[in-house]
């Protein structure tokens, strides 16, 4: 029987030296008469390997001219020695053989964002995309190795639900067995059910929102990481959320340094993402808009993206604007003294980047709950459990929501939301 070939990563091989066997996929070729250039890569790194003719069997060497980039293949040799290859070795090829043929890969050269989209199945093993779903796994896995630390319960909100967090315009409606359900916008109102019996809790979930509007930074599907807090005010909150930020910063500036370079963010950038942020309220973010735009902007509008971008281009750290005008946040965001206000704030990102994060203080007195409720039309019939969380031994409690994918534009630098996840849903593109 043939002895079973030991076959280790990129990464191993260099660390190992002398005779080695990998595989991976072709990221480049070049043709000589009698000698074949590979630069193999597998998930850890790219090694450049030399497959001479006389080397190696007749019809190995006649596959690997037929096939192009992005064939998967396995290969074996000796690594020597040379400063001129990618981490100072290359691979001298004595086996090779090709375990899945490719033959003119689609993505040559036409490289416009549709045409990335249309083949974005092919377009994600690019060292680009690699690159950003790498840092978005660390950012995962920093995300539950935060909360763990801090004591947090991870939960597992509704997906299909008859209410709307967010308001009605970017509902996905769902025919349920006759009935009417939603997709859900927001976890919110099942964490702040859960932490009667869990105290501090978060989720991390899809969300969906039915956005018509074409923006650098709105997605119809996105990964929604939300927490919730009893006995926590708008201020406390707003500290457990610079916390869990910086934290991430800094493990994704350890360990993805490379990744980070590659995409343009020096990873410095984000070992200075240290607590505090600044604070601001909304009304000093008027005045410092009014300023810019040496014109009045009336009390009570809502900031828009260029606003957000105005305020954030010359910072470099996030930052909160709180106390928003209640008229312009949700139904369940608690007045201030001042009824005009509410305890709600925006995380903005720098660099123009604009809003990463929105949380509050909730309302937990019944009857102002059923009172907004009523003013903003909302039916009650679906909204009763929400309303018994008022009746039965109500606490103060806040919580918050931000996109992963706003924070992972932020972090990689990147333009478009789009490249932050693998299938990107917008109100043109669902496939693949
Ligand atoms: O500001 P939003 O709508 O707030 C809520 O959903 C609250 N219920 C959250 C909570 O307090 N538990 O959404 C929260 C965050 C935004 O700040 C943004 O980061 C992200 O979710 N977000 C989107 N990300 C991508 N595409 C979209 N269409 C998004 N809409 C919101
Ligand atoms: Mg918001």
């Not at 100072?88 to 890969?105: A, Q, R, T, W, Y």
């Not at 009857?367 to 103060?396: A, C, F, H, Q, T």
Request: with cysteine; aromatic share 10%.
């Amino acid at each position: 029987m043939k002895e079973k070939t030991e076959f280790i990563s990129i990464k191993k091989a260099f660390e190992k030296k002398g005779s080695i066997s990998v595989r991976g996929w072709i990221k480049r070729k070049r043709e000589l008469k009698d000698k074949i250039f590979v630069l193999l890569r597998d998930e850890t790194g790219e090694m450049q390997c030399i497959i001479e003719s006389d080397k190696i069997e007749k019809k190995d060497f006649e596959e690997l001219q037929k096939n192009s980039i992005e064939a998967s293949i396995e290969l074996k040799g000796k690594l020597k020695e040379d400063s001129r290859a990618p981490n100072d070795f290359e691979l001298m090829v004595n086996e090779s053989k090709i375990i899945g043929s490719s033959e003119n890969f689609p993505i040559q050269k036409d490289l416009s964002e549709e045409f990335l989209l249309d083949v974005r199945h092919l377009w994600m093993r690019s060292s680009r995309m690699t690159s950003i779903m790498k840092i978005r796994s660390t950012m995962l896995y920093a995300v539950r190795e935060f909360y763990k630390k801090e004591n947090y319960f991870e939960c597992s909100p509704a997906i299909i639900t008859p209410n709307a967090c967010e308001g009605g315009t970017t509902l996905f409606p769902l025919k349920y067995f006759g009935e009417q359900r939603f997709l859900s916008q927001s976890g919110q109102m099942y964490l702040e059910v859960m932490i009667f019996a869990l105290g501090k809790v978060f989720s991390l979930t899809p969300s969906f929102r039915a956005e018509k509007s074409k923006t650098a930074r709105h997605l119809t599907e996105y990964w929604h990481l939300e927490g919730e807090c009893a006995w926590m005010n708008m201020d406390d909150q707003m500290g457990e959320i610079e916390k869990m930020v910086s934290f991430i910063c800094q493990k994704i500036a350890k360990e993805n340094p490379v990744e980070l370079k590659q995409l343009g963010r020096d990873p410095k950038d984000l070992e200075a993402i240290r607590v505090p942020f600044s604070r601001i309220s909304y009304d000093e973010a008027i005045d410092v808009l009014e300023k810019k735009y040496k014109t009045k902007i009336p009390w009570g509008t809502d900031l828009s993206i260029k606003e957000e971008k105005i305020l954030s281009e010359d910072e470099k750290i996030p930052f909160f604007i709180y106390d928003y005008p209640t008229a312009i946040k949700a139904f369940y965001a608690k007045e201030t003294a001042d009824p005009k206000k509410c305890f709600s704030f925006d995380l903005i990102g720098p660099e123009g980047y604009g809003e990463l994060c929105t949380g509050g203080q909730r309302e937990d007195v019944n009857e102002n709950m059923l009172k907004k409720l009523k003013k903003e039309k909302i039916p009650l019939e679906n909204y009763n459990w929400y309303l018994d969380l008022r009746k039965y031994g109500s606490v103060p409690h806040s919580g918050f929501g931000i996109g992963i994918e706003r924070l992972l534009r932020w972090i990689c630098k990147l333009d478009s939301i789009k490249e932050t996840i693998p299938f990107p849903r917008t109100m043109n593109r669902s496939y693949p």
